[in-house]
């Protein structure tokens, strides 16, 4: 396909937003296989230059707009759920710092949504160590930052929702990107925002 104007590849950019964020939405996909799936599907064989693809908050704004057009009513009950659950976790897990991370934080979460903290300890082993002594039971894995390092990860079900410990030195915790992630207090906030809006909702009708 060939793009010969500056108004096609924006064009071509927001139909590849579209479909990414539909099978973000819908499927559970994550933003860059979403991305590539789309503009595939869109493109077929032809060379995909980079110059075309939509940025991830391109993608997101998408997948706000799918969310409130398709899932109107059940988001937003899904997301305070889910938000609860980050929350009584981040208070047990309070002396590794944790973060809330992800679509539950920014409020994109669907039904295929898990929870994603960051957690910041001198010594990571230490999670590890007390997630057993609390008889809960993990899988240990990895995740890629978007340096490509791996981060190790460890993931458990709580209230049948995947939940997700990325795993940090203390000296990481300085670095993290503020406006990316949400401490207890923060978390608290976004929480009782969802009620305050749930109780104006009600009394308008």
Do not use: C, W
């Amino acid at each position: 396909m060939m793009i010969t104007t500056p108004n096609e590849a924006e064009a071509l950019r927001a139909e590849i937003a579209m479909l990414a964020a539909k099978m973000i939405a819908e499927d559970g996909a994550d933003y860059g296989s979403a991305k590539r799936r789309a503009a595939k599907q869109i493109l077929g064989n032809s060379k995909i230059h980079g110059h075309i693809l939509p940025d991830n908050a391109q993608i997101e704004q998408e997948v706000r707009e799918y969310n409130a057009l398709f899932f109107g009513e059940s988001q937003p009950q899904r997301l305070l759920l889910l938000r609860r659950i980050a929350l009584d976790i981040m208070l047990e897990l309070e002396q590794f710092n944790p973060y809330l991370v992800g679509a539950v934080l920014n409020g994109t979460a669907s039904k295929h949504s898990d929870i994603y903290l960051h957690l910041y300890a001198d010594n990571t082993k230490e999670v590890a160590i007390f997630l057993l002594n609390k008889d809960i039971q993990f899988e240990v894995s990895e995740h890629f930052n978007k340096r490509n390092e791996s981060i190790e990860t460890l993931s458990f079900m709580r209230h049948q929702e995947g939940v997700h410990l990325l795993l940090h030195s203390m000296d990481d915790i300085r670095t993290g990107a503020r406006t990316d992630r949400a401490n207890v207090a923060a978390v608290r906030i976004l929480i009782e925002e969802s009620q305050t809006s749930d109780i104006s909702s009600t009394d308008l009708l």
